[in-house]
């Protein structure tokens, strides 16, 4: 392999996605259905605990700094050849539409509304009702998020093959 900027890019940008499709992966598949089986209480403290401690830069330099070397690639790659080139240009848009916006828009606020939550000081009527309110709507966002990231990072693979 070449040491050139379209393949530089290109490995860069299917790591980070790769990571992160480990990550949603891994989370969809094993924390959440395990986490999913304790008391109210347990599941809200576990999972604000959870997301408090996700957030911290090197999650932030994996999750959006793929985003914009994959952005780096698209560009680096656009001479490649046709097909290749739409292989990236697909990938990365997968990649900010179902996980990035998903993210953004959909997990991010349902976190920002447990975060807020005093769980100590709450009733198990009211932890019953935020835990409906956010498991569901939560693990949908989250199961989009893990197909599009695993197929965003098979398209790169698919890509880096098919140079």
């Known amino acids: 392999m070449e040491l050139s900027t379209s393949n530089l890019t290109l490995f860069a940008a299917t790591l980070l996605i790769g990571i992160t499709a ?12 395990g ?22 830069p090197l999650f ?17 790659n656009k001479g490649v050849s046709p097909e290749h080139f739409r292989l990236v240009l697909v990938a990365v848009g997968i990649y900010f539409l179902g996980v990035i916006l998903i993210t953004v828009f959909g997990n991010v606020p349902l976190n920002q509304i447990l975060d807020k939550a ?3 000081n709450c009733s198990l009527e009211e932890l019953r009702s935020l835990r409906e309110r956010f498991e569901n709507p939560w693990n949908r966002f989250h199961i989009i998020r893990v197909i599009t ?11 880096s093959i098919n140079k």
């Open 35 to 56: 986490i999913g089986q304790l008391e109210d209480l347990n599941y809200l403290r576990a999972f604000q605990k959870m997301n408090r401690s996700i957030e911290n």
């Open 60 to 76: 932030f330099a994996v999750f959006f700094g793929s985003f914009f070397i994959g952005i780096a690639a698209i560009f680096a």
């Open 22 to 33: 480990g990550l949603c992966f891994t989370w969809g598949n094993a924390i959440t259905p």
């Open 149 to 159: 990231a695993m197929v965003s990072f098979a398209l790169l693979v698919i890509a």
């Open 118 to 120: 005093d769980l100590a």
